[in-house]
């Protein structure tokens, strides 16, 4: 299974971008890279997604290496609210969608 | 709220017990999945269910043994647990394409005495 590799934790100032990163380096050609957020007792939310190309949505942004073995979540502002683990993954394309496995993940502290 | 919903939110049980915990949704979805998250450790993917077939068991004991009626309800049957499978259990449901996103119920948190 293609693994990923995330610093364990990372701290940021509140109201300041963070850049959360992600290494993939075995990365397949069909895989999604997935981004999912835990907050304390609660169940992992789905932030963002991508294959090849950056993507933005209200909640984050999502810059994917030209060779596909790193990527980036990028929170524009922090919020205290955004304190919680940080879930990059590798999901497989077509026929192997439940290779859904999740890894060690990055704990992001905000300061205010 | 996700559209996913677990029962019980918290369970004990003794090692001797049975006892089931329940997965629903009715978000249109075909995938639903099991996870099991032990204290400060990553989820550990359990079962995947597609179409109520199961597609995926990752060597878990035969003391738990998910049930899948139909694709909008998932059960995790469990019998003589042992105090280590104290844990968060988490179900998930999603299409079954990789370019679509995952919800996660809130889980059950189970202690096992």
């Known amino acids: 299974d293609a693994k990923t590799t995330q610093p364990n934790s990372m701290e940021s100032n509140e109201e300041e971008p963070v850049h959360l990163p992600c290494n993939h380096s075995?990365?397949?050609?069909?895989?999604?890279i997935h981004w999912y957020r835990q907050l304390p007792s609660q169940g992992p939310e789905y932030v963002i997604h991508?294959?090849?190309s950056n993507v933005n949505n209200r909640m984050a942004s999502l810059a994917i290496a030209e060779d596909r073995k790193s990527s980036t979540l990028i929170l524009h502002r922090a919020t205290l609210r955004d304190a919680a683990v940080y879930y990059c993954?590798?999901?497989?394309?077509?026929?192997?969608?439940?290779?859904?496995?999740f890894g060690s993940g990055t704990k992001l502290n905000v300061k205010p | 709220e996700t559209g996913v919903t677990q029962t019980p939110r918290h369970l004990v049980m003794g090692m001797t017990n049975k006892k089931s915990l329940k997965c629903e949704q009715h978000?249109?979805?075909?995938?639903m999945y099991w996870y099991k998250q032990s204290a400060k450790k990553p989820l550990e993917l359990m079962f995947v269910?597609?179409?109520?077939?199961?597609?995926e068991n990752n060597s878990v004991p035969s003391r738990f043994s998910p049930e899948c009626p139909n694709s909008s309800h998932l059960f995790l049957h469990l019998h003589t647990l042992q105090p280590e499978d104290s844990a968060l259990y988490l179900c998930?449901?999603?299409?079954?394409?990789?370019?679509?996103?995952?919800?996660f119920g809130q889980g059950t948190r189970l202690t096992v005495v």
């Open positions: 075995t990365i397949s050609g069909t895989d999604y």
């Open positions: 991508g294959l090849t």
């Open positions: 269910y597609n179409f109520k077939e199961q597609t």
């Open positions: 998930a449901s999603s299409q079954n394409e990789g370019n679509t996103e995952a919800f």
């Open positions: 993954i590798l999901r497989g394309g077509w026929g192997n969608f439940n290779k859904f496995y």
């Open positions: 978000l249109g979805h075909n995938a």
